[in-house]
């Protein structure tokens, strides 16, 4: 294993030194990504293919959660994307696409796939992208403040980023990890269910909160018409209301 990935390493390196001189990383150029802003637009080769991302988001219709992982072969990512993996057929119920993203290549990943469908005992189901130049990590700030002082001419690991995206190719949610911290597949898998129950029913949900519990009246709306669209519910404060959750 480790010889396979020292000849991917070293195969790499002699081109990923050239490429690193024909880019440059201002910090006054990366697009502000904010909750409700749309998603920076990107092309780039994955293990299931080329991908435009804003085409592919019109096409599907889809959710998707993008996330990055520091490097291939490393120890805690591959506990990550095989549990992502695993819960690939609950997103796919939620019409949610996962793509995972480090700054390695097609070949890295694909051989580093064998090792996650090994630990997992399982076939690995969706993209990884190749990011090799860097540039869906700076558009999206996918790491840490020491490494982007190193984007324009060393090979970087990502921190742990996550985005999920609606079919509107608007940022619904972003959260950062350290490269020290596994993330919880279960808990973006929570924020999908909540997301997607805020937008049909006009809730939201409380803390801890996980599909079928009851969720929270927006202080927006009056009583009579929280009557009339939910019937009944429970006032534990005039801001505060609770009703079981709309099916």
């Known amino acids: 294993m480790f010889s396979r990935i020292a000849r991917i390493s070293s195969a790499k390196q002699l081109t990923k030194s050239a490429q690193f001189r024909l880019y440059s990383f201002k910090a006054s150029e990366q697009p502000r990504i904010r909750i409700g802003s749309v998603a920076p637009d990107w092309t780039a080769e994955t293990t299931k293919g080329k991908i ?23 120890p805690v990512c591959t506990t990550e994307l095989g549990a992502f993996s695993k819960l690939a057929p609950e997103f796919a119920k939620r019409n949610v696409t996962l793509l995972g993203l480090s ?8 051989a580093w796939i064998k ?10 189901s969706f993209p990884i992208i190749a990011d090799p130049k860097k540039e869906i990590a ?21 921190v742990r980023s ?6 509107s190719k608007k940022v619904r949610l972003i959260m950062t990890y350290p490269a020290s911290t596994g993330r ?19 809730v939201v949900t409380p803390i801890d909160w996980t599909a079928g519990e009851d969720v929270i009246i927006p202080p927006t709306v009056s009583d009579a018409d929280a009557k009339a669209k939910f019937g009944e519910f429970v006032t534990i ?11």
């Open 237 to 247: 404060k005039p801001y505060l209301r609770t009703t079981k959750a709309p099916q």
């Open 115 to 124: 090792d996650i469908e090994d630990v997992t005992g399982g076939p690995f």
């Open 184 to 202: 919880n597949s279960a808990e973006v898998l929570r924020v999908i269910d909540s997301l997607q129950l805020a937008d049909k029913k006009g």
């Open 52 to 74: 435009s991302f804003h085409d592919f988001v019109e096409s599907s219709k889809k959710w998707v959660v993008l996330f990055s992982h520091p490097a291939d072969f490393t």
């Open 103 to 110: 700054t390695e290549d097609v070949d890295s990943h694909n």
């Open 138 to 158: 700076f558009k999206y700030d996918m790491v840490s403040e020491e490494d982007f002082q190193k984007l324009s001419n060393q090979m970087v690991p990502t």
């Open 162 to 167: 996550v985005f999920v995206i609606d079919p």
